[in-house]
């Protein structure tokens, strides 16, 4: 049933002081599905409290692993010696895509095992044609009965995988069995994501022999256990990037923190192109502000290091401010244009062509009641309701709250006009709990 939970936006207010970075959503995911193959108490930090991550908690304990926060906000997982539960409930995998990563460390693991064929933001088909090709190359068979996946492995053994895309969940389920299968493997064709680099180091911290990742070939010798360690998320890069956006689509002054600029370059260099400052004030800090109207430039998602499609709704929003006619162009999934009817509702010329979206800018936004309809494509209403005219009102946050921690806070914290409020609730009831909370 759908709540009438929703965010009340009052819009116009530039955005103006510090925000710190959380950690990456798409790092800590992979992360902890990885910590299932190491023996021992894994202990991770920086791991961003959200709902993603909350599910794929619950997901591991149904299968029989102690995972629990700690006070000092870090993650302790610890899977017990012998088997894992094979298979975790379909209610609970399907509504998280990245339960998919448990294939290649339960294979890793263990010779067994079962996943539901995922869910998750209905943004493309995204099939896992190139998850099985490259598991089965390793020595898995694989079965798909009644939508789940019954993969298991008996005499696997490396060997050389070649991707037809460099596909970001392919690369990570296929490193992670390799880890523990016995020979060499290579991965040509690899995805080169932040998060990659990020699952390799973390795999080798634990004992694991991987070289390359990070580049188009990574190569991985097997070992026969991992150990487990304590390990830290990196920054999310997306997350960052909607902050940065965020100031810039309100004409205001914002300093990050906790960023590594380097995983948000293909950002920063379109913030530049057009005439938004970007500036690396201390390590692991930047500081954007927007000195003038905002110029069009035309933009393509493409797999790391190109512009990323977990950006595209957001910047498609920024150039709907801009002073003339911008392309965007999805290279990535087939549905990710579905916030342009809300943002028509907000007063945006944007029309879609395709796999092509051509905006028009517009002076400004009015406020309007919207439908996030997935989480990228949330977080753009609320950067265009931040930026609007007047009042708005968001609902489906629940998008929203799988990937952003903390979002109504920061925000305030940066002197933005957002109060989440609960279904039944007056706005004017959450709006007064707001104040005396701030008070
Ligand atoms: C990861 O998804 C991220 N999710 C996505 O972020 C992100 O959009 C995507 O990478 C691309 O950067 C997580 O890390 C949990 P892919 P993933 O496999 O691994 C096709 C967000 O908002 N493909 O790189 O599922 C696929 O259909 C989410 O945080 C195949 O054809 O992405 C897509 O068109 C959304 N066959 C393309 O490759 C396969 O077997 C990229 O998918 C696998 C993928």
């Known amino acids: 049933m759908l709540s009438n939970n929703r965010l009340r936006i009052e819009g116009g207010v530039p955005l103006r002081g510090r925000v710190c970075i959380s950690g990456a ?28 991550v909350n599910v794929l908690i619950r997901i591991l304990q149904e299968m029989g692993v102690k995972v629990h926060w700690n006070e000092d906000h870090s993650l302790s997982i610890q899977a017990p010696d012998d088997m894992i539960r094979v ?111 990020n699952l390799a180091s973390y795999l080798n911290a634990m004992g694991a022999s991987i070289r390359g990742a990070g580049t188009d070939v990574i190569r991985i010798t097997g070992v026969p256990e991992l150990k487990a360690v304590r390990y830290s998320t990196i920054p999310d890069r997306i997350e960052a990037g909607t902050y940065m956006l965020a100031a810039a689509a309100t004409g205001g002054e914002v300093v990050l923190e906790n960023v590594i600029p380097q995983h948000v370059y293909p950002v920063i260099a379109k913030l530049r192109e057009m005439g938004v400052v970007v500036e690396e004030q201390n390590p692991g800090e930047l500081l954007v502000k927007t000195p003038g109207k905002l110029k069009p430039v035309d933009i393509k998602t493409m797999p790391y290091p190109g512009f990323p499609t977990d950006m595209q709704p957001q910047i498609a929003v920024l150039l709907g401010l801009s002073s003339g006619t911008s392309i965007v162009t999805e290279g990535i999934f087939e549905n990710r244009f579905k916030y342009v009817d809300e943002m028509t509702k907000m007063g945006a010329h944007i029309t879609v062509e395709s796999s092509t979206a051509i905006i028009d800018g517009v002076q400004s936004y009015s406020g309007a009641s919207l439908y996030a309809p997935d989480l990228r494509a949330g977080a753009a209403l609320v950067m265009a309701a931040l930026a609007a005219n007047g009042i708005s009102r968001i609902y489906n946050i ?30 004017s009831d959450a709006m007064r709990r707001m104040m005396l909370k701030v008070i």
Request: aromatic share 4%.
């Open 87 to 197: 298979q975790a409930s379909a209610d609970l995998t399907r509504k998280l895509r990245a339960s998919n990563l448990l294939l290649g460390s339960m294979l890793g693991r263990q010779a067994k095992v079962a996943i539901s064929v995922p869910g998750g933001c209905d943004i493309g088909l995204r099939p896992m044609d190139l998850h099985i090709k490259g598991v089965q190359a390793l020595g898995a068979t694989v079965d798909i009965k009644h939508d789940s996946i019954f993969a298991e492995r008996e005499n696997s053994k490396g060997a050389p995988i070649y991707l037809d895309f460099p596909s970001v969940g392919a690369t990570e389920n296929i490193m992670m069995m390799a880890a523990l299968t016995p020979g060499d493997s290579t991965i040509e064709n690899a995805a080169k994501e932040p998060e990659i680099v």
């Open 25 to 52: 959503k798409n790092a800590a995911l992979v992360l902890i599905a990885a910590s299932i193959m190491a023996k021992g108490e894994t202990i991770l930090d920086n791991v961003p409290y959200i709902e993603d």
């Open 398 to 427: 629940h998008y929203i709250e799988r990937g952003y921690e903390d979002l109504p806070d920061k925000i305030r914290s940066l002197g933005g006009e957002m109060v989440k409020v609960n279904d039944g609730a007056e706005d």
